[in-house]
């Protein structure tokens, strides 16, 4: 299984959004609404920020947010913040009770 | 409060053997699916190995299919991984993560994870 690709770097200044995006093929993130992402600051675990697609679970600030069309799921983060500098991974089910993650995508806060 | 905690990490020459633990508190670990991921030094994520909730139906990422063994304990609260024929593309950190599971069913997104164990694979 492939990983899912999305782009090496997004960056902004604060106070604006951006949109990360991640594309699969039709077999992970074009067959399931199962998609996650996560942010990873340095050394540190990665923290869950959306999960099947769209939802936030609780303590996860509004500004983020989920979507997907067809084989390509995105994250926005809306009124960038300095604390949203890290790197964040999309993650789909793929079938069989195994996942894939995104190759990530550094944040940086200009 | 959930806590994950990995342990066993180290120093391993290629082709040798290592076993991963991770130590659950602050949930009832038998009603989760428990998985395993790592992460390469400098790189991305990636997925590794998964068991269900009673310890049965593991499965494995195909780059560690037949050398990695997944395990837990329910009655000790605690998951392992028995690592064999190690590579030196094994080199990473490797993180235990929680899959979110709620009456019976499980929803395929890791909500808790660890703070990993680097296993280093070198001669």
């Known amino acids: 299984q492939s990983a899912l690709t999305q782009p090496a770097s997004v960056s902004g200044p604060p106070g604006q959004s951006i949109t990360i995006s991640c594309t699969g093929i039709?077999?992970?993130?074009?067959?399931?609404?199962?998609v996650s992402w996560y942010q990873q600051h340095p050394g540190k675990a990665p923290k869950l920020m959306i999960y099947?697609?769209?939802k936030r679970p609780s303590g996860v600030s509004n500004r983020f947010s989920g979507s997907k069309s067809g084989n390509t799921a995105s994250l926005t983060i809306s009124g960038l913040q300095a604390e949203d500098e890290a790197d964040y991974y999309c993650?789909?089910?793929?079938?069989?009770?195994?996942?894939?993650f995104g190759n990530g995508t550094k944040v940086t806060v200009l | 409060e959930v806590q994950l905690v990995e342990s066993g990490g180290g120093l391993v020459q290629p082709g040798g053997s290592l076993r991963l633990s991770c130590a659950a508190s602050g949930f009832t670990f038998s009603n989760y699916a428990m998985h395993w991921v790592r992460q390469a030094p400098g790189k991305g994520l990636e997925y590794v190995s998964a068991?269900?909730?009673?310890?049965?139906?593991?499965f494995y990422a195909n780059s560690v299919k037949g050398r990695f063994t997944i395990s837990r304990d329910n009655s000790k609260n605690t998951l392992y991984l028995q690592m064999g024929s190690l590579r030196a593309e094994d080199m990473a950190v490797y993180y235990c993560?929680?899959?979110?599971?709620?009456?019976?069913?499980?929803?395929?997104?890791?909500?808790?994870w660890g703070q990993g164990t680097l296993v280093t694979v070198s001669s």
């Open positions: 099947e697609v769209s």
């Open positions: 068991i269900s909730s009673y310890g049965s139906s593991p």
């Open positions: 993560a929680r899959e979110y599971c709620s009456g019976g069913s499980c929803w395929n997104y890791f909500d808790y």
């Open positions: 993650c789909s089910y793929v079938g069989s009770r195994l996942y894939v």
């Open positions: 039709s077999g992970d993130v074009g067959s399931y609404n199962l």
